[in-house]
Structure formats: structure tokens, C-alpha cells
């Protein structure tokens, strides 16, 4: 079956410091991947995605590349800060898989938090 | 306007009791899902509807149901709640059944249930 590992949280990183947050796949075929990012009392809300190998998704300083070789999908931004403070769900979706085109599965979800 | 929007957000009820969360999207989607969220904010897909037809319903008690009345509304009912329903339950809604292209989820802000 599908699914998604996360590196374990919770990560804590000082303002204007590097973020890694790793995140490998297991999925029949060649699944679209996603990056979604939940702040403290909201609901989940997509930060980037990509659809097929070597894509790279970006947003608001955040980018991730689809790497087939490795069956991964790391997140990374430049320079954190205390706004990015939240945690961060790594997902996929299979089109190869029947009813797994119809749902995403998520990881498990990393914590981040930001001082400043 | 909230585009997903769930009520109640808290719910405290003791075991055995039946409730139920009621969830609205005005984003014209045909898709619409539950998903629990547990303490360690790991995140399980429970039901799919599209166009008020189930299209996923994955291992879950059958003490959840739930009900489309329209493409627009998906309540949950939940019956002689136990201890370990105790969890934040998410709405979301997409644009279509097949996420492998867009992805794009919009979820509600969340209700969480407390079992005593």
C-alpha cells in the first residue's frame, strides 16, 4: 500500500536558520506528492506540490523537488521565521492505485517551531 | 466567507452518547471528506463523498456514519461515543474525486471531541 514517512518532530530553529524537513514515499506507481502545513488552531492548507519526477514546488520560500531515485520529497527553506512556526504534513496521491487517486495520505506530521 | 466551515468546533459529551458535526462548503466542490486527526496529530481519511455518493469508506466502527444531503453538506454522526473517538475530526472538500493533479484539499478549522 501506500505511504508517507516524516522525519519525527518536533524540529526547533532559530529565525533566519536553514529547515529541513525530510520526507520519503512508498506507492505503487508514480504518485503527484504534496506539502501541507497546518498552523496552531487551523485546518490543513496546501503549501506546494509536484506531480511527476525532478518537479520542484514552491511557495512562500518553501520548496521541495519530486526525486524519483529516492523516493522523496524533502521540504527546505532558505530562512525560517517565527511565521513558519507550525506543522508541516507530508502527502501523496496515486493515480495508479484505484481509490488511491480519490484521497491523499498523509505522514505523520513534523512540528516546527521558530524563536526569534 | 469561510469556504469550509464545521460546527460545532468543540464538543465535550460523555460515553455512550450519540452527537453529531455538521460540515458546509460553499466552494461548489463535488468532493467532500472526513478525516480524524489524533493526539499526535496524525491524520486518517474516514469517508469520501462525491456528488452525495460514498466513493470511500475505509475501516472505521460502524457507529460513524455519515450523511450527504446535498453536494454541499457531509455530516458525521457518531453513536455511543467512546473514550477513543477522542479526536479533532477535519472536513474538507475538492474540486473533483481524482486529487493526482491538483491535490488541493480545503479543509475546515476542526472539531474537536472530547469524550469524558
Known amino acids: 500500500g501506500n505511504s508517507v514517512t516524516q522525519m519525527e518532530g518536533p524540529v526547533t530553529l532559530s529565525e533566519e536558520a536553514f529547515l529541513t524537513i525530510n520526507c520519503t514515499y512508498t506507492?505503487?506507481?508514480?504518485?503527484?506528492l504534496f506539502w501541507y502545513v497546518q498552523y496552531p488552531g487551523e485546518g490543513l492548507q496546501l503549501l506546494l506540490k509536484?506531480?511527476?519526477?525532478?518537479d520542484k514546488g514552491s511557495n512562500k520560500g518553501f520548496e521541495a523537488t519530486y526525486r524519483k531515485e529516492t523516493t522523496s520529497f524533502h521540504l527546505e527553506k532558505g530562512s525560517v521565521q517565527v511565521s513558519d512556526s507550525a506543522v508541516y504534513f507530508c502527502?501523496?496521491?496515486?493515480?495508479?492505485?484505484?481509490?488511491?487517486?480519490?484521497?491523499?495520505?498523509f505522514g505523520k506530521g513534523t512540528k516546527l517551531s521558530v524563536i526569534p | 466567507d469561510t469556504a469550509v466551515s464545521q460546527t460545532p468546533k468543540y464538543l465535550v459529551t460523555q460515553m455512550g452518547n450519540d452527537k453529531s458535526i455538521k460540515c458546509e462548503q460553499n466552494?461548489?466542490?463535488?468532493?467532500m471528506y472526513w478525516y480524524k486527526q489524533d493526539s499526535k496529530k496524525f491524520l486518517k481519511i474516514m469517508f469520501s463523498?462525491?456528488?452525495?455518493?460514498?466513493?470511500i469508506n475505509e475501516t472505521v466502527p460502524n457507529r460513524f456514519s455519515p450523511k450527504s444531503p446535498d453536494k454541499a453538506h457531509l455530516n458525521l454522526h457518531i453513536n455511543s461515543l467512546e473514550l477513543g473517538d477522542s479526536a479533532v475530526y477535519f472536513c474538507?472538500?475538492?474540486?473533483?474525486?481524482?486529487?493526482?493533479?491538483?491535490?488541493?484539499?480545503?479543509f475546515g478549522e476542526g472539531s474537536r471531541l472530547t469524550v469524558l
Open positions: 474538507a472538500s475538492s474540486q473533483d474525486r481524482s486529487l493526482a493533479n491538483t491535490g488541493e484539499l480545503f
Open positions: 506507492a505503487t506507481g508514480y504518485p503527484s
Open positions: 509536484a506531480t511527476k519526477a525532478d
Open positions: 502527502a501523496l496521491s496515486d493515480p495508479y492505485s484505484g481509490a488511491g487517486s480519490y484521497q491523499l495520505t
Open positions: 466552494l461548489g466542490h463535488d468532493t
Open positions: 463523498y462525491n456528488n452525495k455518493e460514498l466513493i
